[in-house]
């Protein structure tokens, strides 16, 4: 192991033992938690320092509804064009992966450019548009370039805001998302009167982030640090904020787990209307909104993005809620929490 | 609570068993595929004097001899890519799944489902594959079927081989023992980073691994306790099918990883787990630690990067023990290789 890591890792013990009660640190992006599984950076962790995901995978919060519409639209006959991820996620009725298997046209694409390129030659598709920032600004192109959207775009500070409000949510400190901060900058954190940190993706750059939020927890301090300026400037990444204003307005939007939160979503202007699934299908829309039959469910993944329960202590968890079986966003993705705590069960019965 | 869950996995397990096909994951190589397996063995009849039914193929032993037999479909998109074409996997997967038995093959079974429409000088580009890899190991095409169909009815064309060899000794999936090492043949992954990379359009200097096995196979198959080739599901499908039927532990170590940087390039930009890449011309076997070096040593005639990757330790499951030190498991793949967006 390399003496740079030795040294974090040794810091990290003293840092923990100094301040002795339990932490619970939240990072708050998907590409976090990705690279902590990656680097199995919870099982270096000190007992009292618990590692929690929050509401950053934009996949894990995209609403059922917006799902169901999704799935309406492609029922329908609408081509519809999706991020790889989405499309095992259920909705109330079923995930877009089934209703490709009942015969809908359901794309698969990486990136945008994909969907623009299929949208040339099927010009009713329909782009599933979800992501925070980061993926916000590509959108904002496309939808220039004459892409239909169905925008379920979020911004990551309301739901930040949202989770210190819940009293019930104990965070001692936050890890910031990298991607998203490139886009927003810095700036923007120091509203929140908590400890965080601006990381990078490597597993070096967690462990810094975790070292640093130790130090101001010690010092009783409460700033945001910067610790991915290889990357993230102070103001952000001004082109892709101007492209984002000039194409999204913001609107209040629901969110899987932590229900509706004003003004932290993106629609698209009237001036691109032409683009907005909502308006073009609004009819279709509307009529799909009334026939959703909201399911009832005891999936907690709501509770489970909040850092309020594990989730093993969800009921459906491992019963009829698997990977094979998923009935929530965080038993989808493979680093989403359920998933991740999923396996580790299975692996040491 | 749980009455409110168990009435709702009911009403869930109702609602699959009515409206069940056959999803595309089931043939990825992962859970699923082993769910549908398990669905057809069902209604057969297996073994009989059989054995090793469940592995790369079965084994009939006569006198002091086993014969090993195996049979394997190729559907692939697109038909030639960088370092081979479907002709070229199909006689190489067939004599792969042979080598790892311990096997060595002396003949192949070829049937050919063309579409109608197929360009002819495909075909024989195709063939002609076929024809140099049975030359240059010396296992012939001994029988085979050729149907063509109309247009539209199967995707351009489809293979299967079959094929049969004789072993002296077999090597089974369930003889890791704990204290063995893990090794890995090469590099791992390059047949699907060559065909992701001309999917998606990437520049990429990586060929497929496609090729056979059988002469690195002869000469190290006598020290080996387990060993696969990592096609469909890849290393992490076959390291995990070897830890359960050897009820053992395996842990890789990060920094000795047998992945080439364009592979693990590939496998963040696409989001999509590197242990999950099949290889068409590697295999991953366990040996006692006293003959490891000299595993390695024979094997890194046939290629440069063969290594130890691992050790076998006591306990189940896959684990890797990250450059940071810490722990991951390598999990079997669960289906289709599905891209993240975060």
Redesign the interface.
């Known amino acids: 192991m390399k003496t740079e890591i030795k040294k974090l890792l040794k810091s990290i013990q003293i840092k923990a033992q100094k301040i002795g009660r339990p932490l619970r640190l939240m990072e708050l992006c998907g590409t976090h938690s990705q690279t902590i599984a990656q680097n199995g950076i919870k099982s270096l962790m000190p007992d009292n320092i618990r590692l929690v995901s929050g509401p950053g995978c934009p996949v894990c919060v995209t609403a059922q509804k917006d799902i169901d519409i999704m799935v309406g639209l492609a029922l329908a006959g609408i081509p519809v064009a999706v991020y790889g991820d989405a499309v095992q996620v259920p909705g109330n009725l079923m995930s877009l992966e089934e209703a490709g298997r009942k015969g809908a046209e359901v794309y698969i694409v990486y990136d945008i450019t994909e969907a623009v390129k299929i949208a040339q030659k099927k010009p009713q598709l329909v782009f599933f548009g979800l992501g925070f920032e980061t993926t916000t600004g590509m959108t904002a192109w496309a939808i220039k370039q004459g892409l239909m959207v169905y925008s379920a775009h979020k911004l990551f500070p309301p739901a930040m805001k949202a989770l210190l409000a819940n009293k019930k949510i104990k965070v001692d400190g936050f890890i910031d998302p990298g991607h998203v901060s490139v886009i927003i900058g810095v700036d923007v954190y120091c509203q929140f009167p908590i400890p965080q940190v601006v990381a990078g993706f490597e597993g070096k750059d967690v462990l810094i982030a975790i070292e640093k939020l130790l130090t101001q927890i010690l010092n009783k301090e409460r700033k945001v640090e910067n610790a991915y300026q290889r990357l993230v400037k102070k103001e952000g990444n001004l082109k892709a904020q101007k492209l984002i204003q000039e194409v999204f307005k913001v609107a209040d939007a629901d969110w899987r787990g932590l229900g509706k939160i004003k003004k932290s979503g993106l629609k698209i202007r009237s001036k691109y209307q032409q683009q907005d699934a909502e308006v073009v299908h609004k009819k279709l829309i509307q009529k799909i909104k009334k026939e959703i039959k909201i399911k009832p469910s005891a999936c907690q993944c709501g509770l489970v993005l909040q850092g309020l329960v594990e989730a093993k202590q969800c009921p459906l968890f491992g019963r009829s809620c698997t990977p094979d079986n998923p009935q929530g966003a965080c038993m989808v993705s493979v680093e989403g929490s359920c998933n991740v705590e999923f396996r580790y069960v299975q692996n040491n019965k | 609570?749980?009455r409110?869950?168990n009435k709702?996995?009911s009403l869930?397990l109702e609602k699959?068993e009515k409206n069940k096909?056959i999803?595309l994951e089931a043939g990825a190589g992962g859970?699923?595929s082993n769910?549908l397996i398990s669905q057809i063995k069902k209604n057969l009849m297996f073994q009989s004097r059989w054995k090793n039914t469940d592995d790369d193929g079965a084994t009939f032993t006569i006198g002091k001899e086993h014969l090993t037999f195996t049979a394997d479909a190729f559907i692939v998109d697109p038909l030639f890519f960088p370092g081979g074409d479907i002709g070229k996997i199909a006689i190489c997967g067939t004599i792969n799944d042979l080598s790892v038995m311990g096997a060595r093959p002396i003949g192949i079974a070829l049937s050919l489902v063309i579409e109608e429409g197929f360009p002819e000088k495909d075909l024989q580009k195709i063939i002609q594959s076929i024809g140099k890899i049975s030359k240059a190991t010396g296992v012939p095409i001994v029988t085979g079927d050729t149907k063509v169909t109309e247009k539209g009815k199967i995707d351009k064309l489809e293979i299967t081989t079959a094929g049969v060899g004789i072993a002296k000794k077999i090597i089974q999936n369930n003889g890791a023992r704990v204290g063995d090492v893990v090794v890995a043949s090469g590099n791992l992954g390059e047949h699907a980073v060559a065909l992701l990379a001309k999917r998606?359009n990437y520049q990429s200097k990586i060929k497929s691994d496609c090729r056979p096995l059988i002469l690195e196979l002869q000469a190290v198959g006598k020290y080996l306790t387990s060993c696969k080739d990592p096609t469909r599901g890849g290393s992490a499908a076959v390291l995990n099918e070897i830890a359960e039927k050897s009820k053992i532990k395996i842990l890789l170590e990060e920094e000795r990883l047998p992945f080439a940087k364009e592979v693990v390039a590939l496998s963040e930009l696409?989001?999509i787990?590197k242990f999950s890449f099949p290889s068409e011309g590697r295999f991953v076997a366990t040996t006692p630690q006293k003959y490891a070096s000299k595993v390695i040593k024979i094997l890194q005639k046939y290629n440069s990067e063969a290594k130890i990757i691992g050790t076998v330790q006591k306990g189940?499951?896959v684990y890797?023990?990250?450059?940071?030190?810490?722990?991951?498991?390598i999990?079997v793949p669960?289906?289709k290789l599905?891209?993240?967006?975060?």
């Open positions: 609570m749980s409110i869950t709702l996995r869930l699959m096909t999803e859970k699923k769910d998606f696409l989001g787990d189940k499951g890797l023990k990250t450059s940071l030190g810490g722990t991951k498991i999990d669960q289906g599905i891209p993240r967006i975060c």
